[in-house]
């Protein structure tokens, strides 16, 4: 009789058990969600979703929905805040991301005064049309380093900054000491890069000496981006004494860029960001300098003087198939035929993007015109028009450089 009474009251312990669960899901936490489409906010019972699970949805999400996402609970602020994250967001792909197309504009008397406009690509016709989105960042400005998944490196003088690009936070990184510098910054570059090892984002440092205009002494600094980040010499595997000439492009954990060694060579150096190790790649026999692209996922290097441009407007291609194989040459013809151009050296490439597409500047008679041509199917597909820009900038100038490059949003929060 006693053994009946205990099972009897196990099984109304367990039925009380199950009630009050099922009860605890009917009061689920109720959360303000905004739609896609801008209308009134309206409020919707979600039930309690395990961790991973919400990661996977908020990872699809657009970044601002995102920002404001934060204000939900601790838990949503500590989620989107953290590293992992966004590391997720950035891996996961959504329709509902924004992409940009963008154009950096800096002084090129070196005074620091930039402008950066952008436009979502999405909305792009297959017409002209005009950048007229300026993107405020205070403190930023200087020499564009380049340009890494939402994250932008510049650097003024000898102060290098990073800034994302769509929450528009910015951080600047320590000085490097180097023995060659000093306080000269003249000598002195920087790369920055991805490490998917890691998961971190590096910058790179390189100093160089000249003498009798060669270079004959270099050092090369890493930087972690990341809280108390600090740099350290890179002393294991360094090449021979050169100094970069180009852009940097970052694919799948290797940076690569044009340089000038000791002995005037040009050449492509790649340092891979996780062994953090240099290897020198050799042109292929005709190319005529170290203009490089990412051409569908692999490095490629660009012949685009403004006299090949300007006669024929034609594009020679070369594409890296190994770590030092070469494919043939790929000769494109630009769909730019019905451009009068005035001075034969205003016409060149400006930027590339990460599909194979090229920015092309020519300067007529009226205004400026930036085209942007795919080179798969050699079709221009959009057109920049800026007429006066210079009456339209937030600064005087005469000498401009321009950089295209088109991107996808990121949620990093930046720590040092």
Not at 106 to 135: M, P, R, W
């Amino acid at each position: 009789m006693v053994g009946l009474s205990f099972r009897i009251a196990v099984v109304k312990g367990l039925r009380k058990k199950k009630k009050m669960k099922r009860s605890k899901v009917k009061r689920n936490r109720r959360v303000l969600l905004y739609k896609l489409d801008s209308k009134p906010p309206v409020t919707v019972d979600l039930p309690e979703l395990p961790e991973d699970v919400l990661m996977q949805i908020l990872a699809r999400l657009p970044a601002k929905l995102l920002m404001q996402f934060k204000c939900v609970s601790r838990l949503w602020y500590s989620i989107i805040s953290s590293r992992y994250f966004a590391n997720l967001f950035r891996k996961v792909a959504s329709p509902l991301r924004e992409r940009r197309l963008f154009m950096y504009l800096v002084d090129k008397n070196g005074h620091g005064d930039y402008a950066l406009l952008s436009k979502l690509i999405k909305n792009l016709k297959a017409n002209t049309f005009q950048l007229q989105e300026y993107v405020t960042i205070p403190g930023m400005g200087g020499c564009l380093v380049n340009v890494l998944e939402g994250l932008m490196c510049c650097r003024i003088g000898r102060s290098v900054r990073i800034c994302n690009l769509t929450t528009k936070q910015h951080v600047e990184l320590p000085i490097v000491v180097s023995n060659i510098s000093g306080d000269n910054s003249s000598n002195m570059w920087n790369h920055f890069g991805y490490d998917p090892i890691q998961e971190e984002y590096k910058v790179i440092s390189l100093t160089w000496e000249m003498a009798q205009e060669r270079v004959v002494r270099s050092e090369y600094h890493v930087l972690v981006l990341g809280p108390g980040a600090s740099w350290r010499r890179i002393t294991q595997s360094v090449p021979p004494h050169h100094h970069p000439c180009s852009q940097g492009v970052s694919m799948d954990g290797v940076l690569y860029y044009g340089a000038l060694t000791g002995d005037n060579t040009f050449l492509v150096v790649s340092f891979n960001m996780s062994s953090e190790k240099f290897n020198l790649i050799k042109l292929p026999l005709h190319a005529a300098g170290t203009n490089l692209m990412n051409y569908g996922g692999k490095l490629a290097v660009f012949d685009c003087s403004p006299a090949h441009l300007a006669s024929d407007r034609s594009l020679d291609l070369w594409v890296l198939e190994d770590e030092s194989q070469w494919s043939n040459k790929k000769t494109f013809v630009l769909p730019i035929s019905n451009i009068v151009v005035i001075i034969p050296g205003e016409l060149s490439v400006q930027g590339t993007s990460r599909e194979g597409m090229v920015m092309v500047f020519s300067k007529t008679a009226y205004s400026s015109l930036h085209l942007i041509c795919d080179l798969h199917s050699c079709k221009m597909i959009e057109g920049v028009l800026l007429s006066k820009l210079r009456e339209r900038l937030p600064f005087e100038t005469e000498s401009l450089h321009r950089t295209y490059w088109d991107d996808f949003e990121s949620i990093m929060y930046l720590e040092t």
